[in-house]
Protein backbone atom coordinates (compact mmCIF):
# COMPACT_ATOMS: atom_id res chain seq x y z
CA UNK A 1 0.00 0.00 0.00
CA UNK A 2 1.52 3.55 -1.05
CA UNK A 3 0.82 5.56 1.72
CA UNK A 4 0.03 9.73 0.83
CA UNK A 5 2.44 12.10 3.26
CA UNK A 6 0.95 15.54 4.37
CA UNK A 7 -2.17 13.79 6.11
CA UNK A 8 -3.39 14.99 9.60
CA UNK A 9 -2.91 12.80 12.55
CA UNK A 10 -6.78 13.42 13.57
CA UNK A 11 -8.39 11.67 10.43
CA UNK A 12 -6.79 8.62 11.19
CA UNK A 13 -8.29 5.92 13.22
CA UNK A 14 -6.18 3.01 14.56
CA UNK A 15 -7.31 0.26 16.71
CA UNK A 16 -4.28 -1.88 18.43
CA UNK A 17 -0.62 -1.72 18.72
CA UNK A 18 1.45 -3.85 16.60
CA UNK A 19 -1.51 -5.76 15.48
CA UNK A 20 -4.45 -3.55 14.75
CA UNK A 21 -8.19 -4.39 14.00
CA UNK A 22 -8.93 -4.26 10.72
CA UNK A 23 -11.21 -1.73 10.37
CA UNK A 24 -8.34 0.33 11.23
CA UNK A 25 -6.68 3.13 8.48
CA UNK A 26 -3.83 1.17 7.03
CA UNK A 27 -1.74 4.04 6.93
CA UNK A 28 -2.68 5.39 10.19
CA UNK A 29 -1.47 2.05 11.63
CA UNK A 30 1.87 2.58 9.59
CA UNK A 31 2.40 5.85 10.80
CA UNK A 32 1.23 4.61 14.93
CA UNK A 33 3.89 2.10 14.40
CA UNK A 34 6.65 4.44 12.93
CA UNK A 35 7.36 2.41 9.41
CA UNK A 36 6.22 5.84 7.98
CA UNK A 37 5.97 9.57 8.88
CA UNK A 38 2.69 11.46 8.53
CA UNK A 39 4.44 13.78 6.49
CA UNK A 40 6.37 12.05 3.97
CA UNK A 41 4.10 8.85 3.71
CA UNK A 42 5.57 6.29 1.74
CA UNK A 43 5.45 2.67 0.77
CA UNK A 44 3.87 -0.02 3.31
CA UNK A 45 3.79 -4.15 3.07
CA UNK A 46 0.88 -4.91 4.99
CA UNK A 47 -0.23 -8.76 6.35
CA UNK A 48 -3.34 -10.01 6.89
CA UNK A 49 -3.74 -11.93 10.13
CA UNK A 50 -6.67 -13.76 12.02
CA UNK A 51 -8.62 -11.76 14.12
CA UNK A 52 -8.32 -11.91 18.22
CA UNK A 53 -9.78 -10.21 21.43
CA UNK A 54 -8.65 -7.19 23.59
CA UNK A 55 -6.89 -4.81 21.34
CA UNK A 56 -4.59 -2.27 23.17
CA UNK A 57 -3.96 1.17 23.35
CA UNK A 58 -0.88 3.18 23.22
CA UNK A 59 -0.12 6.89 22.47
CA UNK A 60 3.01 6.37 19.49
CA UNK A 61 4.27 8.67 16.95
CA UNK A 62 1.60 11.09 17.72
CA UNK A 63 -1.20 8.81 17.49
CA UNK A 64 -2.99 7.38 20.31
CA UNK A 65 -4.53 4.15 19.13
CA UNK A 66 -8.00 2.50 20.51
CA UNK A 67 -8.70 -0.26 22.36
CA UNK A 68 -11.39 -2.92 21.08
CA UNK A 69 -12.40 -5.97 23.19
CA UNK A 70 -13.05 -7.80 19.82
CA UNK A 71 -12.72 -8.25 15.56
CA UNK A 72 -13.18 -10.84 13.26
CA UNK A 73 -10.30 -9.74 11.35
CA UNK A 74 -6.38 -8.15 12.20
CA UNK A 75 -3.24 -6.80 9.83
CA UNK A 76 0.45 -5.96 10.82
CA UNK A 77 2.38 -3.32 8.84
CA UNK A 78 5.99 -3.25 7.83
CA UNK A 79 8.80 -1.82 5.75
CA UNK A 80 12.12 -3.65 5.74
CA UNK A 81 12.95 -6.89 8.20
CA UNK A 82 15.31 -8.28 10.43
CA UNK A 83 15.52 -12.20 10.87
CA UNK A 84 15.85 -13.17 14.62
CA UNK A 85 16.86 -16.96 14.00
CA UNK A 86 19.99 -18.30 15.12
CA UNK A 87 21.06 -22.07 14.20
CA UNK A 88 20.86 -25.51 16.87
CA UNK A 89 22.20 -25.01 19.52
CA UNK A 90 23.19 -21.90 20.02
CA UNK A 91 20.77 -19.21 21.23
CA UNK A 92 20.75 -15.24 20.66
CA UNK A 93 18.52 -12.48 22.70
CA UNK A 94 16.97 -10.80 20.16
CA UNK A 95 15.23 -7.09 20.61
CA UNK A 96 12.32 -5.60 21.04
CA UNK A 97 12.26 -2.27 20.27
CA UNK A 98 15.30 -0.14 22.07
CA UNK A 99 15.27 -2.43 24.70
CA UNK A 100 17.06 -5.60 24.67
CA UNK A 101 15.85 -8.65 26.10
CA UNK A 102 18.37 -9.01 27.99
CA UNK A 103 17.22 -10.76 31.49
CA UNK A 104 16.05 -14.20 29.70
CA UNK A 105 16.95 -16.91 31.92
CA UNK A 106 19.42 -19.18 29.80
CA UNK A 107 18.27 -22.84 28.24
CA UNK A 108 17.59 -24.80 31.00
CA UNK A 109 20.05 -28.13 31.81
CA UNK A 110 17.33 -30.58 30.74
CA UNK A 111 17.79 -29.11 26.75
CA UNK A 112 21.77 -29.07 27.63
CA UNK A 113 21.69 -32.87 27.58
CA UNK A 114 19.48 -33.27 24.61
CA UNK A 115 21.01 -35.06 21.98
CA UNK A 116 22.82 -33.26 19.32
CA UNK A 117 21.80 -33.18 15.75
CA UNK A 118 23.79 -36.12 14.08
CA UNK A 119 25.45 -35.84 11.10
CA UNK A 120 22.71 -37.99 9.30
CA UNK A 121 19.75 -35.76 10.22
CA UNK A 122 21.73 -32.58 8.90
CA UNK A 123 22.41 -33.74 5.53
CA UNK A 124 18.73 -34.92 5.56
CA UNK A 125 15.57 -32.12 5.01
CA UNK A 126 14.77 -32.10 8.50
CA UNK A 127 16.66 -29.58 10.76
CA UNK A 128 16.21 -27.94 13.52
CA UNK A 129 17.16 -24.18 15.12
CA UNK A 130 16.18 -22.25 18.35
CA UNK A 131 14.81 -18.78 18.51
CA UNK A 132 13.87 -16.39 20.84
CA UNK A 133 10.39 -14.46 20.07
CA UNK A 134 7.08 -13.84 21.07
CA UNK A 135 4.44 -16.20 21.83
CA UNK A 136 2.53 -14.69 19.84
CA UNK A 137 4.54 -14.74 16.48
CA UNK A 138 5.27 -18.79 16.99
CA UNK A 139 1.50 -19.37 17.62
CA UNK A 140 0.60 -17.28 14.46
CA UNK A 141 3.49 -19.11 12.40
CA UNK A 142 1.68 -22.58 13.89
CA UNK A 143 -2.11 -21.74 12.96
CA UNK A 144 -1.12 -20.09 9.62
CA UNK A 145 1.25 -22.12 7.68
CA UNK A 146 0.72 -25.86 6.88
CA UNK A 147 2.64 -29.33 8.38
CA UNK A 148 5.26 -29.75 5.72
CA UNK A 149 7.25 -26.84 6.85
CA UNK A 150 7.53 -27.81 10.73
CA UNK A 151 7.69 -30.85 12.10
CA UNK A 152 7.83 -30.29 15.81
CA UNK A 153 7.90 -27.04 17.58
CA UNK A 154 8.64 -27.37 21.29
CA UNK A 155 8.69 -24.80 23.75
CA UNK A 156 11.45 -24.41 26.14
CA UNK A 157 10.66 -21.74 28.13
CA UNK A 158 8.50 -18.54 28.59
CA UNK A 159 9.00 -15.08 30.27
CA UNK A 160 6.86 -11.87 30.46
CA UNK A 161 8.69 -8.99 30.46
CA UNK A 162 6.38 -6.64 31.45
CA UNK A 163 5.22 -4.05 28.67
CA UNK A 164 6.79 -6.98 25.84
CA UNK A 165 4.84 -9.28 26.27
CA UNK A 166 5.50 -13.18 26.90
CA UNK A 167 8.80 -13.93 24.97
CA UNK A 168 9.36 -17.84 24.58
CA UNK A 169 12.13 -19.77 23.75
CA UNK A 170 11.58 -22.51 21.34
CA UNK A 171 13.24 -25.75 19.86
CA UNK A 172 11.62 -26.63 16.40
CA UNK A 173 12.04 -28.83 13.31
CA UNK A 174 12.01 -27.57 10.44
CA UNK A 175 11.89 -28.88 6.57
CA UNK A 176 14.96 -27.83 4.30
CA UNK A 177 13.57 -25.20 1.53
CA UNK A 178 10.54 -23.59 2.27
CA UNK A 179 11.04 -22.37 5.50
CA UNK A 180 13.84 -19.37 4.85
CA UNK A 181 11.50 -17.91 1.63
CA UNK A 182 7.75 -18.44 3.38
CA UNK A 183 8.53 -17.57 7.13
CA UNK A 184 11.53 -15.37 7.96
CA UNK A 185 9.39 -11.86 6.59
CA UNK A 186 6.64 -12.79 9.25
CA UNK A 187 9.57 -13.09 12.48
CA UNK A 188 10.00 -9.61 13.14
CA UNK A 189 10.00 -6.28 11.79
CA UNK A 190 12.71 -3.49 11.26
CA UNK A 191 12.04 -2.32 15.25
CA UNK A 192 10.18 -4.99 17.20
CA UNK A 193 9.18 -8.26 17.02
CA UNK A 194 5.63 -9.32 15.65
CA UNK A 195 2.95 -9.55 18.12
CA UNK A 196 -0.03 -11.82 16.99
CA UNK A 197 -2.07 -13.65 19.46
CA UNK A 198 -1.69 -14.94 22.81
CA UNK A 199 -1.15 -17.97 23.89
CA UNK A 200 -0.40 -19.89 26.78
CA UNK A 201 3.19 -22.10 26.86
CA UNK A 202 2.60 -25.21 25.41
CA UNK A 203 4.07 -27.82 22.85
CA UNK A 204 2.79 -28.55 19.94
CA UNK A 205 2.42 -30.60 16.81
CA UNK A 206 1.96 -29.69 13.12
CA UNK A 207 -0.51 -31.30 11.70
CA UNK A 208 -2.73 -31.55 14.31
CA UNK A 209 -5.49 -28.90 15.39
CA UNK A 210 -3.98 -26.74 18.45
CA UNK A 211 -5.32 -27.44 21.86
CA UNK A 212 -5.31 -25.07 24.76
CA UNK A 213 -3.27 -26.47 27.54
CA UNK A 214 -5.27 -27.33 31.07
CA UNK A 215 -4.98 -24.70 33.05
CA UNK A 216 -4.05 -25.86 36.46
CA UNK A 217 -7.12 -24.93 39.06
CA UNK A 218 -5.55 -22.20 41.88
CA UNK A 219 -7.30 -19.82 43.95
CA UNK A 220 -8.90 -17.98 40.73
CA UNK A 221 -11.53 -20.28 40.61
CA UNK A 222 -14.41 -17.95 40.08
CA UNK A 223 -12.59 -16.03 37.68
CA UNK A 224 -14.38 -15.15 34.43
CA UNK A 225 -13.24 -15.08 30.89
CA UNK A 226 -12.75 -11.74 29.28
CA UNK A 227 -15.91 -10.48 28.19
CA UNK A 228 -16.91 -11.10 24.63
CA UNK A 229 -18.01 -7.59 23.94
CA UNK A 230 -19.61 -5.05 26.61
CA UNK A 231 -22.41 -7.72 27.67
CA UNK A 232 -22.80 -5.46 30.62
CA UNK A 233 -24.01 -2.81 28.07
CA UNK A 234 -27.46 -3.04 27.54
CA UNK A 235 -29.24 -0.70 25.28
CA UNK A 236 -31.53 -0.08 22.46
CA UNK A 237 -29.64 3.19 20.41
CA UNK A 238 -31.22 4.68 17.79
CA UNK A 239 -28.03 6.92 16.24
CA UNK A 240 -30.27 10.32 14.77
CA UNK A 241 -27.96 11.80 12.31
CA UNK A 242 -27.71 15.31 10.18
CA UNK A 243 -28.41 14.52 6.50
CA UNK A 244 -29.35 18.06 5.82
CA UNK A 245 -27.27 20.91 3.25
CA UNK A 246 -26.28 22.58 6.62
CA UNK A 247 -23.92 20.39 7.24
CA UNK A 248 -22.80 19.33 3.46
CA UNK A 249 -21.23 15.86 2.73
CA UNK A 250 -17.89 16.55 4.03
CA UNK A 251 -19.16 17.03 7.85
CA UNK A 252 -21.55 14.64 7.32
CA UNK A 253 -18.73 11.68 6.22
CA UNK A 254 -17.35 12.77 9.80
CA UNK A 255 -19.88 12.57 11.63
CA UNK A 256 -20.85 9.02 10.60
CA UNK A 257 -17.22 8.29 11.02
CA UNK A 258 -17.53 9.62 14.72
CA UNK A 259 -21.02 7.42 14.69
CA UNK A 260 -18.97 4.52 13.54
CA UNK A 261 -16.17 5.21 16.30
CA UNK A 262 -18.85 4.86 19.28
CA UNK A 263 -20.85 2.07 17.54
CA UNK A 264 -17.11 0.39 17.67
CA UNK A 265 -16.26 0.61 21.08
CA UNK A 266 -19.66 0.00 22.22
CA UNK A 267 -19.49 -3.55 21.73
CA UNK A 268 -22.35 -4.56 19.73
CA UNK A 269 -23.58 -8.09 20.51
CA UNK A 270 -26.30 -10.50 20.91
CA UNK A 271 -26.27 -9.55 24.60
CA UNK A 272 -25.06 -5.98 24.74
CA UNK A 273 -25.79 -3.01 22.68
CA UNK A 274 -28.49 -3.33 19.83
CA UNK A 275 -28.12 0.15 17.71
CA UNK A 276 -30.06 2.06 14.39
CA UNK A 277 -29.64 4.72 12.79
CA UNK A 278 -31.93 7.48 11.15
CA UNK A 279 -31.36 10.23 9.15
CA UNK A 280 -32.81 13.47 9.83
CA UNK A 281 -33.35 16.06 6.81
CA UNK A 282 -36.49 17.17 5.43
CA UNK A 283 -38.05 13.69 5.32
CA UNK A 284 -36.47 11.88 8.26
CA UNK A 285 -35.29 7.82 6.56
CA UNK A 286 -34.65 4.97 8.96
CA UNK A 287 -31.85 3.26 7.47
CA UNK A 288 -31.53 0.71 9.90
CA UNK A 289 -33.36 -1.35 12.51
CA UNK A 290 -32.28 -2.35 15.96
CA UNK A 291 -33.09 -5.68 14.66
CA UNK A 292 -30.95 -5.53 11.36
CA UNK A 293 -27.59 -6.23 12.65
CA UNK A 294 -26.06 -7.59 15.72
CA UNK A 295 -22.60 -6.89 15.24
CA UNK A 296 -20.25 -4.28 15.43
CA UNK A 297 -18.89 -4.89 11.44
CA UNK A 298 -22.05 -5.31 10.06
CA UNK A 299 -23.00 -2.12 11.68
CA UNK A 300 -19.68 -0.29 10.58
CA UNK A 301 -20.21 -1.58 7.41
CA UNK A 302 -24.33 -0.43 7.43
CA UNK A 303 -23.17 3.07 8.86
CA UNK A 304 -20.48 3.51 5.78
CA UNK A 305 -23.18 2.87 2.86
CA UNK A 306 -25.41 5.26 4.06
CA UNK A 307 -25.70 8.07 1.38
CA UNK A 308 -26.33 12.09 2.29
CA UNK A 309 -29.69 13.02 1.48
CA UNK A 310 -29.36 16.51 1.66
CA UNK A 311 -32.60 18.96 2.15
CA UNK A 312 -33.71 21.95 4.15
CA UNK A 313 -30.75 24.43 4.58
CA UNK A 314 -31.36 23.93 8.42
CA UNK A 315 -31.67 20.61 9.94
CA UNK A 316 -35.07 19.43 11.60
CA UNK A 317 -34.33 17.69 14.40
CA UNK A 318 -37.27 17.96 15.92
CA UNK A 319 -39.52 16.29 13.50
CA UNK A 320 -36.77 13.46 13.23
CA UNK A 321 -37.05 12.83 16.80
CA UNK A 322 -40.91 13.02 16.99
CA UNK A 323 -40.76 10.25 13.71
CA UNK A 324 -37.75 8.06 15.75
CA UNK A 325 -40.04 7.54 19.01
CA UNK A 326 -43.14 6.56 17.63
CA UNK A 327 -41.69 4.72 14.49
CA UNK A 328 -38.37 3.42 15.56
CA UNK A 329 -39.08 1.63 19.11
CA UNK A 330 -40.96 -1.27 18.25
CA UNK A 331 -41.51 -5.00 18.83
CA UNK A 332 -41.34 -5.48 15.05
CA UNK A 333 -38.50 -3.30 14.77
CA UNK A 334 -36.20 -5.28 17.69
CA UNK A 335 -36.50 -3.18 20.78
CA UNK A 336 -36.53 -5.45 23.87
CA UNK A 337 -38.24 -5.80 26.67
CA UNK A 338 -37.05 -4.14 29.84
CA UNK A 339 -33.78 -2.58 27.97
CA UNK A 340 -33.28 1.37 27.23
CA UNK A 341 -34.30 2.75 24.59
CA UNK A 342 -31.93 5.98 23.42
CA UNK A 343 -31.84 8.24 20.66
CA UNK A 344 -28.68 10.22 20.26
CA UNK A 345 -29.21 13.55 18.43
CA UNK A 346 -27.11 14.81 16.29
CA UNK A 347 -26.98 18.20 15.91
CA UNK A 348 -24.35 20.45 13.67
CA UNK A 349 -25.58 24.21 14.31
CA UNK A 350 -29.06 24.86 15.71
CA UNK A 351 -32.80 23.27 14.67
CA UNK A 352 -34.82 25.18 12.73
CA UNK A 353 -38.28 23.27 13.95
CA UNK A 354 -39.93 22.95 17.66
CA UNK A 355 -37.47 20.13 18.88
CA UNK A 356 -39.18 20.49 22.66
CA UNK A 357 -42.12 19.33 21.67
CA UNK A 358 -40.40 16.07 19.87
CA UNK A 359 -38.50 15.73 23.48
CA UNK A 360 -41.93 15.14 25.02
CA UNK A 361 -43.21 13.04 22.71
CA UNK A 362 -39.98 10.98 23.60
CA UNK A 363 -40.18 10.68 26.89
CA UNK A 364 -43.96 9.91 27.03
CA UNK A 365 -42.59 6.69 24.71
CA UNK A 366 -40.19 6.36 27.29
CA UNK A 367 -37.09 7.24 25.11
CA UNK A 368 -33.88 8.99 26.63
CA UNK A 369 -33.19 11.75 24.69
CA UNK A 370 -29.45 12.45 24.53
CA UNK A 371 -28.27 15.96 22.41
CA UNK A 372 -24.72 15.96 21.01
CA UNK A 373 -24.41 19.38 19.73
CA UNK A 374 -21.27 20.27 16.99
CA UNK A 375 -20.42 23.97 16.64
CA UNK A 376 -22.69 25.68 18.68
CA UNK A 377 -23.95 29.40 16.85
CA UNK A 378 -21.47 32.32 17.30
CA UNK A 379 -22.79 35.55 18.97
CA UNK A 380 -23.80 36.71 15.16
CA UNK A 381 -26.09 33.84 14.74
CA UNK A 382 -28.22 33.70 17.68
CA UNK A 383 -30.90 35.79 16.03
CA UNK A 384 -31.51 32.84 13.53
CA UNK A 385 -32.05 30.25 16.05
CA UNK A 386 -35.37 29.80 17.15
CA UNK A 387 -35.06 28.62 20.85
CA UNK A 388 -31.04 28.91 22.18
CA UNK A 389 -32.27 26.52 25.44
CA UNK A 390 -33.18 23.68 22.64
CA UNK A 391 -30.86 21.31 24.06
CA UNK A 392 -31.63 21.54 27.79
CA UNK A 393 -35.70 21.45 26.81
CA UNK A 394 -35.40 18.32 24.17
CA UNK A 395 -33.45 16.25 26.69
CA UNK A 396 -34.41 13.55 29.02
CA UNK A 397 -33.42 15.38 32.04
CA UNK A 398 -32.05 18.73 31.75
CA UNK A 399 -29.13 17.90 34.63
CA UNK A 400 -26.48 17.93 32.35
CA UNK A 401 -26.02 13.89 31.63
CA UNK A 402 -28.00 14.37 28.67
CA UNK A 403 -26.24 16.66 26.63
CA UNK A 404 -22.97 16.85 24.81
CA UNK A 405 -20.80 19.18 23.37
CA UNK A 406 -18.06 18.75 20.55
CA UNK A 407 -16.35 22.14 19.08
CA UNK A 408 -15.93 20.68 15.63
CA UNK A 409 -16.29 17.27 13.61
CA UNK A 410 -12.36 17.36 13.66
CA UNK A 411 -10.00 15.33 16.32
CA UNK A 412 -13.66 13.64 17.60
CA UNK A 413 -11.94 10.86 18.71
CA UNK A 414 -11.44 12.00 22.48
CA UNK A 415 -15.04 12.10 22.74
CA UNK A 416 -16.35 8.30 22.06
CA UNK A 417 -15.31 6.77 25.14
CA UNK A 418 -16.90 9.52 27.63
CA UNK A 419 -19.79 8.91 25.38
CA UNK A 420 -19.93 5.30 24.87
CA UNK A 421 -20.04 5.58 29.10
CA UNK A 422 -22.81 7.62 29.24
CA UNK A 423 -24.84 5.23 26.77
CA UNK A 424 -24.05 2.40 29.50
CA UNK A 425 -25.26 3.92 32.22
CA UNK A 426 -28.29 2.08 32.69
CA UNK A 427 -29.15 3.36 36.14
CA UNK A 428 -28.66 7.11 34.45
CA UNK A 429 -31.74 6.27 32.06
CA UNK A 430 -34.48 7.72 34.13
CA UNK A 431 -36.58 8.48 31.51
CA UNK A 432 -36.57 4.47 30.68
CA UNK A 433 -39.35 4.76 33.43
CA UNK A 434 -42.82 4.85 32.33
CA UNK A 435 -46.11 5.09 33.47
CA UNK A 436 -46.67 1.97 31.29
CA UNK A 437 -43.21 0.16 33.06
CA UNK A 438 -43.14 1.23 36.32
CA UNK A 439 -46.26 0.82 38.20
CA UNK A 440 -47.90 -1.11 40.66
CA UNK A 441 -51.42 -1.40 40.20
CA UNK A 442 -53.96 -3.33 42.30
CA UNK A 443 -57.67 -3.54 41.74
CA UNK A 444 -59.82 -4.09 44.31
CA UNK A 445 -63.20 -5.62 43.05
CA UNK A 446 -66.78 -5.22 44.56
CA UNK A 447 -68.10 -8.80 45.03
CA UNK A 448 -71.32 -8.13 46.90
CA UNK A 449 -74.76 -9.62 45.92
CA UNK A 450 -76.07 -6.62 44.09
CA UNK A 451 -73.39 -6.59 41.93
CA UNK A 452 -74.87 -9.96 40.29
CA UNK A 453 -72.69 -12.40 37.92
CA UNK A 454 -73.23 -10.88 34.54
CA UNK A 455 -72.48 -7.30 36.23
CA UNK A 456 -69.31 -9.05 37.71
CA UNK A 457 -68.27 -9.92 34.57
CA UNK A 458 -68.41 -6.22 32.93
CA UNK A 459 -66.71 -5.19 35.99
CA UNK A 460 -63.58 -7.93 35.15
CA UNK A 461 -63.36 -6.92 31.50
CA UNK A 462 -63.25 -3.04 32.94
CA UNK A 463 -59.94 -4.49 35.21
CA UNK A 464 -59.09 -6.45 32.01
CA UNK A 465 -58.97 -3.35 29.88
CA UNK A 466 -57.14 -1.23 32.30
CA UNK A 467 -54.49 -3.82 32.87
CA UNK A 468 -53.49 -4.51 29.18
CA UNK A 469 -52.55 -1.29 28.57
CA UNK A 470 -49.54 -1.64 30.79
CA UNK A 471 -46.23 -3.52 30.21
CA UNK A 472 -46.36 -6.22 32.44
CA UNK A 473 -43.25 -8.01 33.33
CA UNK A 474 -40.81 -8.97 36.40
CA UNK A 475 -39.30 -5.58 35.82
CA UNK A 476 -41.96 -3.79 34.53
CA UNK A 477 -45.74 -3.00 35.54
CA UNK A 478 -47.40 -5.33 38.07
CA UNK A 479 -50.84 -6.32 38.98
CA UNK A 480 -52.54 -7.37 41.80
CA UNK A 481 -56.36 -8.02 42.74
CA UNK A 482 -58.37 -8.65 45.57
CA UNK A 483 -62.26 -9.07 45.67
CA UNK A 484 -64.21 -8.39 48.23
CA UNK A 485 -67.49 -8.63 50.69
CA UNK A 486 -67.48 -8.56 54.15
CA UNK A 487 -64.99 -10.96 53.46
CA UNK A 488 -61.38 -10.02 51.25
CA UNK A 489 -59.61 -12.61 49.01
CA UNK A 490 -56.39 -12.35 46.77
CA UNK A 491 -57.31 -13.32 43.93
CA UNK A 492 -53.55 -12.72 42.60
CA UNK A 493 -51.04 -10.43 44.09
CA UNK A 494 -47.92 -8.32 42.87
CA UNK A 495 -45.28 -11.22 42.28
CA UNK A 496 -47.28 -13.85 40.91
CA UNK A 497 -47.65 -13.23 37.61
CA UNK A 498 -45.30 -11.28 35.12
CA UNK A 499 -46.20 -11.50 31.91
CA UNK A 500 -49.37 -9.73 30.33
CA UNK A 501 -50.80 -13.26 28.79
CA UNK A 502 -51.02 -15.18 32.44
CA UNK A 503 -52.56 -11.91 33.95
CA UNK A 504 -55.71 -11.27 31.84
CA UNK A 505 -56.52 -14.74 31.65
CA UNK A 506 -56.58 -14.98 35.41
CA UNK A 507 -58.14 -12.22 35.47
CA UNK A 508 -61.07 -13.64 33.71
CA UNK A 509 -61.05 -16.37 35.40
CA UNK A 510 -61.82 -14.97 38.99
CA UNK A 511 -64.97 -16.27 40.72
CA UNK A 512 -67.67 -14.16 41.89
CA UNK A 513 -68.16 -14.40 45.49
CA UNK A 514 -71.55 -12.61 46.62
CA UNK A 515 -72.41 -10.97 50.16
CA UNK A 516 -72.22 -7.89 51.85
CA UNK A 517 -69.96 -4.83 51.59
CA UNK A 518 -67.37 -3.97 53.65
CA UNK A 519 -65.27 -1.46 51.66
CA UNK A 520 -62.85 0.11 54.28
CA UNK A 521 -61.88 -2.98 55.68
CA UNK A 522 -61.20 -4.43 52.09
CA UNK A 523 -58.52 -0.82 51.88
CA UNK A 524 -56.77 -1.63 55.07
CA UNK A 525 -56.25 -5.64 53.53
CA UNK A 526 -55.03 -4.50 50.27
CA UNK A 527 -52.77 -2.15 51.60
CA UNK A 528 -51.55 -4.70 54.29
CA UNK A 529 -51.20 -7.89 52.28
CA UNK A 530 -50.76 -6.81 48.25
CA UNK A 531 -48.87 -3.50 48.76
CA UNK A 532 -46.64 -4.22 51.75
CA UNK A 533 -44.74 -7.02 50.50
CA UNK A 534 -43.75 -4.79 47.78
CA UNK A 535 -42.87 -1.39 49.96
CA UNK A 536 -39.44 -1.49 49.06
CA UNK A 537 -40.18 -1.36 44.94
CA UNK A 538 -39.28 1.51 43.13
CA UNK A 539 -42.54 1.22 41.04
CA UNK A 540 -45.35 3.38 42.20
CA UNK A 541 -48.09 2.12 43.48
CA UNK A 542 -52.09 2.45 42.24
CA UNK A 543 -54.99 1.75 44.02
CA UNK A 544 -58.19 0.81 41.49
CA UNK A 545 -61.37 0.42 43.52
CA UNK A 546 -64.77 -0.54 42.12
CA UNK A 547 -68.02 -0.90 43.55
CA UNK A 548 -71.66 -0.53 43.41
CA UNK A 549 -72.86 0.42 46.80
CA UNK A 550 -72.52 1.88 49.65
CA UNK A 551 -70.04 0.52 52.23
CA UNK A 552 -71.31 -0.60 55.85
CA UNK A 553 -67.88 0.58 57.43
CA UNK A 554 -65.69 3.92 57.62
CA UNK A 555 -63.99 4.33 54.15
CA UNK A 556 -62.18 7.40 55.13
CA UNK A 557 -60.09 6.34 57.67
CA UNK A 558 -58.28 3.40 55.90
CA UNK A 559 -58.49 5.35 52.21
CA UNK A 560 -56.25 7.71 54.27
CA UNK A 561 -53.83 5.78 55.43
CA UNK A 562 -53.12 4.11 51.99
CA UNK A 563 -52.35 7.68 50.79
CA UNK A 564 -50.15 8.06 53.64
CA UNK A 565 -48.31 4.84 52.66
CA UNK A 566 -47.38 6.36 49.11
CA UNK A 567 -50.68 4.75 47.30
CA UNK A 568 -52.82 6.94 44.62
CA UNK A 569 -56.35 5.77 44.89
CA UNK A 570 -59.08 6.29 42.29
CA UNK A 571 -62.59 5.21 43.08
CA UNK A 572 -64.70 3.95 40.68
CA UNK A 573 -68.57 3.64 41.66
CA UNK A 574 -71.60 1.50 40.00
CA UNK A 575 -75.25 2.22 40.47
CA UNK A 576 -76.19 3.56 44.08
CA UNK A 577 -72.47 4.29 45.49
CA UNK A 578 -72.38 7.27 46.94
CA UNK A 579 -70.71 9.87 45.58
CA UNK A 580 -69.65 11.41 48.94
CA UNK A 581 -67.59 7.76 49.71
CA UNK A 582 -65.80 8.02 46.07
CA UNK A 583 -64.55 11.38 47.12
CA UNK A 584 -63.45 10.56 50.72
CA UNK A 585 -61.54 7.66 49.03
CA UNK A 586 -60.31 9.15 46.09
CA UNK A 587 -57.04 11.20 45.94
CA UNK A 588 -56.71 14.59 45.46
CA UNK A 589 -57.96 16.37 43.16
CA UNK A 590 -61.03 14.39 43.85
CA UNK A 591 -62.59 15.16 40.42
CA UNK A 592 -59.94 13.39 38.28
CA UNK A 593 -59.99 10.81 40.63
CA UNK A 594 -63.24 9.81 41.61
CA UNK A 595 -65.56 8.32 38.41
CA UNK A 596 -69.35 7.31 38.51
CA UNK A 597 -71.69 5.34 35.92
CA UNK A 598 -75.16 4.58 35.87
CA UNK A 599 -74.80 1.12 34.69
CA UNK A 600 -72.20 -1.04 34.06
CA UNK A 601 -72.12 -0.73 31.07
CA UNK A 602 -71.08 2.72 31.24
CA UNK A 603 -67.96 1.42 32.81
CA UNK A 604 -65.67 1.04 29.21
CA UNK A 605 -65.62 4.64 28.59
CA UNK A 606 -63.86 5.19 31.95
CA UNK A 607 -60.88 3.24 30.79
CA UNK A 608 -59.50 5.75 29.20
CA UNK A 609 -59.79 7.85 32.04
CA UNK A 610 -57.92 6.28 34.73
CA UNK A 611 -55.34 5.20 31.74
CA UNK A 612 -54.29 8.98 32.00
CA UNK A 613 -54.86 9.62 35.37
CA UNK A 614 -52.51 7.06 36.44
CA UNK A 615 -50.17 8.56 33.72
CA UNK A 616 -50.59 11.94 34.58
CA UNK A 617 -50.01 10.94 38.28
CA UNK A 618 -47.32 9.06 37.52
CA UNK A 619 -45.51 11.88 35.22
CA UNK A 620 -45.89 13.93 37.99
CA UNK A 621 -44.04 11.73 40.92
CA UNK A 622 -40.99 12.10 38.66
CA UNK A 623 -40.57 15.63 38.20
Given at each position: ???????S??????????V?A??S???G??????????????P???????G?????S??????RS?????????F???S?????I???P?I?????G???I?????V???????????I?E???T??K??????M???T?I?????????R?V????????G????VV??L????K?S??HKL??L???????????L?????????KR??????????????K?????????K??????????F??G????N????????V??????GT?G?????V???E???????L???T??K?VL??I?EV??R???????P???L?H??Q??????????????????V????????D?E????????????V?????A?????EL??VQ?V???????C??????S??M??W???T?????????L?????????K?C??SVN???L????S?V???????M?E??S???KT??I?????K????Q???D???????T?????E???A??R??????G????GE??????????????ES?????????T???S??D????????Q???????????????????KD?????K?S???F??????LEP?V????????R???E???
Amino acid sequence: VLCPGGCSLEEFSVFGNIVYASVSSICGAAVHRGVISSNSGGPVRVYSLPGRENYSSVDANGIRSQTLSRWSASFTVTSRYKINIVPYPSIRITGHGSAPIAQLAKVPATYTKKKKVDIKEKQSTCFKFTAVLHMETLTFILQTYPSNIFRTVTILKSKKLGTYGTVVMALATYTKGSFYHKLFPLWASSYETVSILLMPSASFMLGKRLKKTPEKKTGNKGKKPASLGRSHCKADIAFLIDGSFNIGQRRFNLQKNFVGKVALMLGIGTEGPHVGLVQASEHPKIEFYLKNFTSAKDVLFAIKEVGFRGGNSNTDPGKALKHTAQKFFTSDAGVRKGIPKVVVVFIDGWPSDDIEEAGIVAREFGVNVFIVSVAKPIPEELGMVQDVAFVDKAVCRNNGFFSYHMPNWFGTTKYVKPLVQKLCSHEQMMCSKTCYNSVNIAFLIDGSSSVGDSNFRLMLEFVSNIAKTFEISDIGAKIAAVQFTYDQRTEFSFTDYSTKENVLAVIRSIRYMSGGTATGEAISFTVRNVFGPVRESPNKNFLVIVTDGQSYDDVRGPAAAAQDAGITIFSVGVAWAPLDDLKDMASKPKESHAFFTREFTGLEPIVSDVIRGICRDFLESQQ
